[in-house]
C-alpha cells in the first residue's frame, strides 16, 4: 500500500471500499479470514464478547473496534 | 483538545500524536477513517496511524504498532471550548514480526466488551510460558499514547528517529495532561 501523507499534510478520510479492504486486510492478518467471513460469524453471535481472550484471539477486538465503519 | 470550531479541535488533537509518532517512524502518518471528515460534531470517529497498517519501529524485535484513536468533538463549556475532542475508546498494540501481540493497552467502554476499564493484554508474542496470563485484562490508569511509545523505546529497544524525542514526548504528553477530562479507570467502566 502507498504510505504516503495527505497532500495537505492532513489526514486522509478513507473511503468505504478503502476501509472495507483495510478490514478485509486485518482480518486475515489477526484471524486468516476474510472480511465478509468474520461479518457473517460475528452476526452469528459466535464471538461473543470480544475481548474475551480465554474464547477469542486478539484480533476479533481489532475488528470489532471498525465494525461500525465497514457495515 | 479544544478549539474554536470542531476542525480545531480536531487539529488540536491530531498534531501532538502526529508529533510524537514522528518519533518512532518518520514516515507514518494518521489517517481518518471512512465515513468521517474526522471532526464532524455528532458522530464517533477513528483515527490511525500509517492508513490502519501497521507502523514499523526500528528495532532488533521487528517490532510494529498498531493504533487506533475513537473519538467525539463535543461542545464544551469554560477554557474546555467551545468545541473539544472527547476520546470514547482506544487500542495501542506493540506487535511482533507475526503479528502476535506482545503488549496492548485498551479501553473500549462501548465496543460491545465486558472489559469496560482500561487494561493491558500481555499478548502471547511475548515469547514466555506463562500460562494463562495472555487471557488477563490487567487494569490500568488511562494510558497516554506517549507512554506507549516512551516504553518501547526505554524497555524494548525501539530506536527513537529523532534526537529531541524525550523532549518531544514531555511536550505532547503535557497538552494531554492539560486537555483531558478524565484519568484512572474511566467514567464508563463498573
Same mark, same amino acid.
Given at each position: 500500500? $502507498?504510505?504516503?501523507?495527505?497532500?495537505?499534510?492532513?489526514?486522509?478520510?478513507?473511503?468505504? !471500499? $478503502?476501509?472495507? !479492504?483495510? =478490514?478485509?486486510?486485518?482480518?486475515?492478518?489477526?484471524?486468516?479470514?476474510?472480511?465478509?467471513? =468474520?461479518?457473517?460469524?460475528?452476526?452469528?453471535? !459466535?464471538?461473543?464478547?470480544?475481548?474475551?481472550?480465554?474464547?477469542?484471539?486478539?484480533?476479533?477486538?481489532?475488528?470489532?473496534?471498525?465494525?461500525?465503519?465497514?457495515? | 483538545?479544544?478549539?474554536?470550531?470542531?476542525?480545531? &479541535? #480536531? /487539529?488540536?488533537?491530531? %498534531?501532538?500524536? %502526529?508529533?510524537?509518532?514522528?518519533?518512532?517512524?518518520?514516515?507514518? *502518518?494518521?489517517?481518518?477513517?471512512? @465515513?468521517?471528515?474526522?471532526?464532524?460534531?455528532?458522530?464517533?470517529?477513528?483515527?490511525?496511524?500509517?492508513?490502519?497498517?501497521?507502523?514499523?519501529?526500528?528495532?532488533?524485535?521487528?517490532?510494529?504498532?498498531?493504533?487506533?484513536?475513537?473519538?467525539?468533538?463535543?461542545?464544551?463549556?469554560?477554557?474546555? @471550548?467551545?468545541?473539544?475532542?472527547?476520546?470514547?475508546?482506544?487500542? *495501542?498494540?506493540?506487535? /511482533?514480526?507475526?503479528?502476535?501481540?506482545?503488549?496492548?493497552?485498551?479501553? *473500549?467502554?462501548? %465496543?460491545?466488551?465486558?472489559?469496560?476499564?482500561?487494561?493491558?493484554?500481555?499478548?502471547?508474542?511475548?515469547? &514466555?510460558?506463562?500460562?494463562?496470563? *495472555?487471557?488477563?485484562?490487567?487494569?490500568?490508569?488511562?494510558? &497516554?499514547?506517549?507512554?506507549?511509545?516512551? #516504553?518501547?523505546?526505554?524497555?524494548?529497544?525501539? %530506536?527513537?528517529?529523532?534526537?529531541?524525542?524525550?523532549?518531544? #514526548? /514531555?511536550?505532547?504528553?503535557?497538552?494531554?495532561?492539560?486537555?483531558?477530562?478524565?484519568?484512572?479507570?474511566?467514567?464508563?467502566?463498573?
Amino acid at each position: 500500500m $502507498e504510505q504516503t501523507a495527505g497532500t495537505n499534510g492532513q489526514p486522509q478520510e478513507l473511503s468505504h !471500499e $478503502e476501509s472495507r !479492504e483495510l =478490514f478485509d486486510r486485518q482480518a486475515r492478518r489477526y484471524l486468516e479470514m476474510s472480511g465478509d467471513e =468474520f461479518i457473517q460469524r460475528w452476526d452469528a453471535g !459466535e464471538y461473543g464478547d470480544p475481548d474475551d481472550r480465554s474464547r477469542n484471539l486478539a484480533g476479533v477486538m481489532n475488528l470489532a473496534m471498525l465494525l461500525p465503519y465497514v457495515r | 483538545m479544544a478549539g474554536e470550531n470542531p476542525h480545531e &479541535a #480536531f /487539529d488540536n488533537f491530531r %498534531q501532538p500524536l %502526529q508529533r510524537a509518532l514522528s518519533c518512532v517512524n518518520a514516515d507514518a *502518518h494518521l489517517w481518518a477513517l471512512v @465515513g468521517s471528515n474526522g471532526y464532524s460534531p455528532g458522530q464517533e470517529h477513528t483515527l490511525v496511524p500509517n492508513r490502519g497498517e501497521p507502523v514499523k519501529l526500528s528495532s532488533e524485535r521487528n517490532l510494529s504498532l498498531m493504533s487506533s484513536f475513537v473519538y467525539r468533538v463535543v461542545e464544551a463549556e469554560s477554557e474546555r @471550548g467551545p468545541w473539544k475532542v472527547q476520546t470514547t475508546a482506544y487500542r *495501542h498494540a506493540l506487535e /511482533d514480526g507475526n503479528a502476535l501481540e506482545i503488549i496492548a493497552y485498551h479501553w *473500549h467502554p462501548s %465496543q460491545g466488551s465486558a472489559y469496560n476499564f482500561p487494561h493491558l493484554h500481555i499478548g502471547t508474542g511475548i515469547g &514466555a510460558s506463562l500460562s494463562d496470563v *495472555h487471557k488477563y485484562h490487567v487494569p490500568t490508569g488511562r494510558i &497516554a499514547f506517549e507512554d506507549v511509545l516512551r #516504553f518501547a523505546i526505554r524497555d524494548l529497544d525501539v %530506536q527513537p528517529v529523532r534526537d529531541d524525542w524525550e523532549e518531544a #514526548f /514531555d511536550e505532547t504528553r503535557g497538552r494531554f495532561e492539560t486537555w483531558r477530562t478524565w484519568s484512572g479507570s474511566g467514567p464508563q467502566s463498573s
